[in-house]
């Protein structure tokens, strides 16, 4: 999907119901704009192999067109992202290195359709060289299923 809509809308494509799929496990999750449509919440729910969950949010700063997230989870995990489109890709990193390995997190949503979408969380030591860790594949449920 090409990336036309202005950088307050680059989050649309991900509201609604997900079935979640990745090597070794699945799980939900639920995305949806509260307060008067400014803030994308997510509700992520992992059923295997473990169970845990986790809830961010996301607002659109005007001002400097860029988005915030803040995540947290069942485990006590707690993130602070920024974020953009980077190389036509919705993309959120921590703006410094983060707990005890001291590494940058990232997240980048891409192949992104009507139905579907794939998702990667990577680290980097200085923000050039990205790692993957982790990769989603999203599936849209049905409003019937």
Not at 11 to 24: A, M, P
Not at 78 to 99: I, K, N, Q, R, S
Request: glycine share 8%; proline share 3%; with cysteine.
């Amino acid at each position: 999907m090409t990336r036309t809509a202005p950088v307050s809308e680059a989050l649309d494509f991900w509201i609604g119901e997900w079935d979640c799929k990745w090597d070794g496990g699945h799980g939900t999750n639920s995305v949806d704009r509260v307060m008067n449509g400014h803030v994308v919440r997510e509700r992520f729910q992992s059923v295997e192999p473990e169970r845990w969950s986790g809830t961010s949010m996301s607002v659109h700063q005007a001002h400097s067109d860029r988005w915030l997230q803040t995540w947290v989870d069942s485990s006590g995990g707690y993130w602070h992202f920024e974020g953009g489109l980077v190389d036509g890709d919705m993309a959120f990193a921590t703006p410094e290195p983060v707990d005890a390995h001291q590494l940058y997190k990232r997240m980048v949503f891409f192949n992104i359709e009507t139905d579907h979408f794939d998702w990667r969380w990577e680290t980097s030591a200085d923000r050039d060289q990205w790692d993957l860790r982790w990769q989603i594949r999203y599936t849209r449920r049905s409003a019937t299923g």
